[in-house]
């Protein structure tokens, strides 16, 4: 079935390292891949998303880019900060659509101290 | 950008009561609306799809008679979970979904807590 995995965390950073969050994904159907935030208290945000193979999306200096012959989604930032503090979500679409049908991963908590 | 809200944020609740919770798109009509539930430092589940003006889509091993749900509007969705127990405590999370020109785009709420006693 559709699923997405994601590493595990936490993760923990010092201000301005650099960030990848490793997302793989069951290669069933043509999904559109997305990664979610969850600050703290708050609900989850869309970061960015691809729709088709060799996508890149881009969003506040994150970019994960669709790999078909990988089936994965890394997320990757160049140098983080405190206020990237918070829960990222991989997820993709079921069924091969982008009607709004998700499935996630697991969820990786950042931390990133200063 | 859209809004979701859920309400309430937090809830408590004794065990046998049941509870309700709404979420609603505040800037746009949403024909479908998604459930899901998260425990704690575990992903999303996704429970069911609300559908305006017909009945719900469960998934597979969610009880539809304990988690009702009522679509009554293009701008509410409302998820009674009926009978609680304390196993029913979770964060509640629904999305809606709007529809652009060449796509759909998901909007989260910012959940609701349940904890039964």
């Known amino acids: 079935g559709d699923s997405v995995t994601q590493m595990e965390g936490p993760v923990t950073l010092s201000e301005e390292a650099f960030l990848t969050i490793n997302c793989t994904y069951t290669?069933?159907?043509?999904?559109?891949l997305f990664w979610y935030v969850q600050y703290p208290g708050e609900g989850l945000q869309l970061l960015l998303k691809?729709?088709?193979?060799?996508d890149k999306g881009s969003n506040k200096g994150f970019e994960a880019t669709y790999r078909k012959e990988t089936t994965s989604f890394h997320l990757e930032k160049g140098s983080v900060q405190v206020s990237d503090s918070a829960v990222y979500f991989c997820?993709?679409?079921?069924?091969?659509?982008?009607?709004?049908?998700?499935?996630f991963g697991q969820g990786t908590i950042l931390t990133v101290h200063p | 950008g859209a809004v979701v809200s859920q309400h309430p944020s937090r809830v408590i609740c004794k065990s046998g009561t049941s509870v309700k919770i709404e979420c609603r798109s505040l800037?746009?009509?949403?024909?479908?609306m998604f459930w899901y539930r998260q425990f704690p430092k575990q992903s999303l589940m996704l429970m069911a799809t609300?559908?305006?003006?017909?009945?719900?889509?469960?998934e597979q091993g969610v009880e539809k008679d304990k988690f009702l749900i009522n679509h009554a509007s293009l701008t509410l969705s409302t998820l009674t979970v009926t009978s609680a127990h304390p196993e029913d405590s979770s964060f509640y999370i629904c999305?809606?979904?709007?529809?652009?020109?060449?796509?759909?785009?998901?909007?989260f709420g910012p959940g609701t807590r349940l904890t039964v006693t």
């Open positions: 999305s809606a979904t709007l529809l652009t020109r060449s796509s759909y785009e998901q909007y």
């Open positions: 290669a069933t159907g043509y999904p559109s």
């Open positions: 691809a729709t088709k193979a060799d």
């Open positions: 997820a993709r679409s079921i069924g091969g659509t982008s009607y709004g049908k998700l499935t």
């Open positions: 800037d746009f009509q949403a024909t479908t």
């Open positions: 609300s559908n305006e003006g017909s009945k719900a889509t469960y």
